[in-house]
């Protein structure tokens, strides 16, 4: 059903016209939710407002129940080019916290899953007692784990790098285990049988034709890793005395209501992530290429 | 013959049981030596460990459809309880670092009082969010599969949000909803919004061409199609969002208590007793969530197996 | 049952289907392809005509065409007296696939219910039209049985069942027998056969087997490709209430002998 041949030109114009909309349904419902508290402003001036004063009103407040587009931009801008790499202001440098913890984390946990994948794969053992338990660890909310997690480990001494890069690891392992075991057990009867005329041992096996074969569900589950070890990343830095990241921006902004600060850390939150996923699309059609696939 | 080879296998179950207990016992002793003084404990456990992997090898080669198959996974779980309990006890680990099981189920029945209207709290948030976010995501699927410039605009962003911390809008729904459950169920509403669009969308559109054909055949309209042909074929997708959407309904709700609460909810508790250096209450809380979130979990893998029984994936 | 089409009355001299300079140029991303060129045909009611040729000469499409799956590029085309959609609208035929496409989810019966349920029939009306058709095909006590507890010639029969389940007056196969082995093709050819016979549908079958074309049709049109044309239309002088042993006899041969030489013209085997 997904056409191939031009893809970017059969949707470019329909989602620009869906966040055009967006756009303006964001507009108007600043007006409409931050309206209460300027009419009671306007009010108290005294002088005679009408539409213009309010609207005006409604898209430049300090604190306001929903900030304009403008003012996020605005403020996102500042955060980002008007303030120094290294100040507690600026979003680069929470943004490159966050971002440290995310790769870690993501780099441990695909290397934790490749290799349980690999165990589950050769061993009777793990493979019939401990996929069981990691197919029901997807049920359990682990974040609920992460402030626990961080507060413990820095009260051992780790820094926070290290702890929020656990969390991420534990969250993204998941995925990358179920991937790959998928991957590593998906070629065909009829190529595993060829191997074995070839006297092939298990790692000539693993090495020449299970990883090769399991690369697209490994691509298909970093992308998924990638994704949840920024959610990771940000919510170890939610517990009190975390200081730097864009979760203890998130969490500071609501602490002190400085409402245009989350929704600014936010846009930057929800760059990085597309950022990250891009450059793991970007990895894997490199990958591709290397390894003959159609275009 | 087989049933020497599975009395065996039962014999050493027995016998590791029996040995753990043992090894449990002299660590928990009140005077007993603890850490690098309880060498003989250790050692006993080397060899018990190798006398385990042999039985578990055992455990595992049973057939797949084997009545007790259910024992090789029920093995290394309470084993991985039990060496929790006996490291964290022989080894005096202090209690604020990792407490041990027994403290934990400690912990969960004395503040049970507490804990339970925390999980009704956080159980009420998760329900409501995921029945409006999937209820959205469906009738967006619906409207976007009907209008073809709405699925071509609303797809690739559906999929963009997949890599966007979405939980990060929990402090800008606690400013909008306040600080009861109703914050918490916008974030798990929205969070189970795209996975649902996503999943419900390729759903419909994985109808094959010849029943499509077939349809056509029927001069049968849309509505008729949809409603013989395209939605039970999109049944198993419906399902999958469905089953990732309860752990992601259940984190987002805890995550979303973390920014802002009322004094309870699960989130709330572990927060709280976090800044307390409260473990024990935290693991409890924690064991809750995992309880709700499993059975969650098994309610609709079991409601998808019996409306989705079809399907080529429950045929082996 | 199926409304009539409402403009011209179809009475039994109508012929089921007739084409004329029939033409379908499909337009891809290098080439156009004609997939059917002046394509001039008549099938008369309650006849049995077969398609055969190679994979590309449009046996497929020119039946789709018929069925309103495809749009004509140029010539006409009438089926039943009308336009094919208006055909289709009045559910004038029932169509086999290539395979089954029967509804995992749905038993045999409710299976062959399908259609029924489309157009509106009610419910004990829909179950005694069902159940007859399942006889028809020699499936019942198969009715609780769900598709893949089915072997595939026993998938096939439920989908003959269903296409008939509307009473068409035209039923359109395409290789509906290709995925299944000899043997079982043997046995359903004869079933289709005495089908055939029983309930005088029209009935146009494509296949790419020569024996299977002399053995079952009364007329057997042979098409060559690029671009997909008719290359001869063969009258079977083989006789009615025939069984698979007439397939050893030398009339049989002489009939394939005929379809191979029109194949051979049409450059099917270069």
Redesign the interface.
């Known amino acids: 059903?997904t056409e191939t041949?031009t893809p970017l030109r059969?949707?470019t114009l329909?989602?620009?016209?869906?966040?055009t909309a967006v756009v303006l349904i964001w507009y108007a419902a600043a007006v409409w939710?931050n309206a209460p508290q300027v009419s009671e402003r306007l009010e108290g001036i005294g002088e005679p407002w009408g539409w213009r004063e309010l609207v005006n009103g409604t898209w430049s407040m300090e604190r306001p129940?929903?900030p304009a587009p403008h003012q996020v931009a605005d403020n996102w801008w500042t955060s980002v080019f008007d303030t120094a790499v290294d100040s507690p202001r600026s979003l680069i440098f929470h943004a490159g916290v966050t971002l440290g913890a995310t790769v870690l984390g993501f780099a441990l946990g695909m290397a934790l899953g490749i290799l349980i994948a690999i165990g589950v794969v050769h061993s009777?053992?793990l493979?019939?007692?401990?996929?069981?338990?990691i197919i029901?660890s997807?049920?359990?909310?682990i974040?609920?784990?992460a402030?626990?997690v961080v507060?413990?480990l820095g009260?051992?001494g780790y820094p926070p790098l290290m702890s929020k890069a656990v969390i991420s690891m534990y969250l993204c392992f998941f995925p990358v285990a179920v991937g790959m075991v998928k991957g590593l057990r998906s070629p065909d009867t009829l190529q595993m049988d060829l191997m074995r005329t070839y006297n092939a041992s298990a790692v000539q096996r693993l090495f020449k034709l299970r990883l090769p074969a399991a690369v697209p569900f490994l691509f298909a589950s970093a992308?998924?890793a990638?994704?949840t070890s920024?959610?990771g990343a940000?919510?170890g830095e939610?517990?009190?005395g975390a200081q730097a990241g864009?979760?203890a921006r998130?969490?500071s902004?609501?602490y002190f209501?400085q409402?245009i600060q989350?929704?600014s850390?936010?846009v930057m939150?929800?760059l990085l992530?597309?950022a990250?996923?891009?450059a793991v699309r970007a990895t894997e059609n490199a990958t591709n290429r290397l390894m003959g696939a159609r275009a | 013959m087989k049933t020497g080879r599975h009395a065996l296998t039962a014999v050493a179950v027995v016998a590791l049981i029996v040995v753990a207990a043992w090894m449990l016992n002299t660590v928990n002793a009140p005077e007993a030596p603890r850490g690098k003084a309880a060498g003989m404990v250790w050692n006993t456990l080397i060899v018990w460990l190798i006398a385990l992997?042999w039985t578990?090898?055992r455990?595992?080669?049973?057939p797949a459809r084997h009545r007790l198959?259910w024992l090789?996974?029920a093995?290394?779980?309470a084993t991985f309880l039990y060496l929790w309990e006996l490291l964290v006890v022989g080894w005096d680990v202090p209690r604020?670092?990792?407490p041990a099981p027994h403290a934990v189920a400690d912990a969960l029945s004395a503040r049970w009082d507490v804990l339970w209207p925390d999980f009704l709290q956080t159980a009420l948030a998760v329900l409501a969010g995921y029945v409006i976010g999937n209820g959205a995501g469906l009738l967006t699927a619906f409207a976007a599969d009907r209008f073809d410039?709405?699925?071509?605009?609303?797809?690739?962003?559906a999929n963009?949000a997949?890599?966007?911390?979405i939980?990060?809008?929990?402090?800008?729904m606690?400013?909008?909803f306040g600080f009861e459950w109703h914050s918490k169920a916008a974030v798990a509403a929205v969070v189970t919004f795209f996975p649902m669009l996503i999943n419900a969308l390729a759903g419909l559109?994985?109808v094959d061409a010849m029943h499509r054909d077939l349809m056509h055949t029927y001069a049968a309209g849309h509505a008729a199609t949809l409603l013989k042909l395209r939605v039970p074929g999109a049944l198993p997708f419906i399902f999958n969002a469905l089953k990732i959407n309860?752990?992601l309904a259940?984190?987002a709700a805890?995550?979303a208590e973390?920014?802002?609460s009322p004094i309870v909810g699960?989130?709330f508790r572990?927060?709280a007793e976090?800044?307390r250096?409260n473990?024990d209450v935290?693991?409890a809380?924690?064991a809750l969530?995992?309880l709700a979130?499993?059975g969650?979990?098994?309610m609709i893998a079991l409601l998808e197996r019996g409306l989705t029984f079809w399907h080529p994936s429950y045929r082996k | 049952m199926a409304a009539p089409p409402s403009s011209k009355a179809s009475n039994a001299t109508t012929p089921a289907v007739v084409a004329s300079g029939l033409s379908l140029v499909f337009q891809t991303?290098d080439t156009p392809v004609t997939a059917l060129s002046n394509v001039d045909l008549t099938i008369a009611r309650g006849e049995f005509v077969s398609f055969i040729g190679p994979s590309g000469c449009g046996k497929t499409t020119l039946m789709r065409v018929i069925a309103d799956l495809e749009q004509p590029t140029a010539g006409r085309i009438e089926v039943n007296g009308t336009t094919p959609e208006q055909a289709r609208l009045a559910r004038a035929y029932g169509y086999v696939f290539q395979a089954a496409a029967l509804y995992p989810w749905r038993n045999v019966l409710r299976n062959v219910l399908l259609p029924l349920e489309i157009i509106g029939i009610p419910a004990a009306e829909r179950r005694e039209r069902a159940l007859k058709q399942l006889a028809l095909v020699g499936l019942e006590g198969f009715e609780k049985k769900y598709p893949w507890q089915l072997s595939g010639g026993m998938q096939q029969r439920v989908s003959i069942a269903r296409a008939l389940a509307l009473q068409p007056e035209l039923l359109l196969m395409d290789e509906p027998f290709g995925a299944l082995d000899e043997i079982t093709r043997d046995h359903l050819n004869e079933q289709l056969l005495r089908l055939w016979e029983r309930t005088g549908k029209t009935v146009i079958f494509v296949t790419h087997s020569i024996s299977e074309a002399v053995f079952l049709s009364n007329r057997i049109v042979v098409m060559s490709p690029r671009p997909g044309r008719i290359i001869e239309i063969i009258d079977n002088t083989l006789p009615a209430g025939r069984n698979l042993d007439v397939r050893e006899t030398p009339e049989f041969a002489a009939v394939a002998h005929r379809v191979r030489l029109a194949l051979r013209a049409g450059h099917s085997y270069d």
């Open positions: 059903m041949r059969r949707h329909p989602v620009i016209a869906v966040l939710l129940v929903l009777a053992v493979d019939r007692g401990l996929m069981p338990w029901a997807q049920t359990i909310p974040l609920a784990i402030p626990m507060v413990v009260s051992m992308k998924v990638m994704a920024l959610v940000i919510v939610l517990p009190t864009l979760g998130l969490l902004g609501s209501g409402t989350i929704w850390a936010l939150a929800a992530g597309v990250l996923v891009a | 992997w578990l090898r455990l595992a080669a049973l198959k090789a996974p093995a290394l779980g604020v670092l990792l410039f709405l699925k071509r605009g609303l797809l690739p962003l963009l997949g890599a966007v911390p939980v990060g809008i929990a402090p800008i606690v400013m909008w559109a994985a309860s752990t259940l984190i805890i995550v973390f920014f802002g699960l989130g572990i927060s976090v800044a250096m473990v935290v693991w809380a924690i969530a995992a979130g499993s969650f979990y098994g | 991303a």
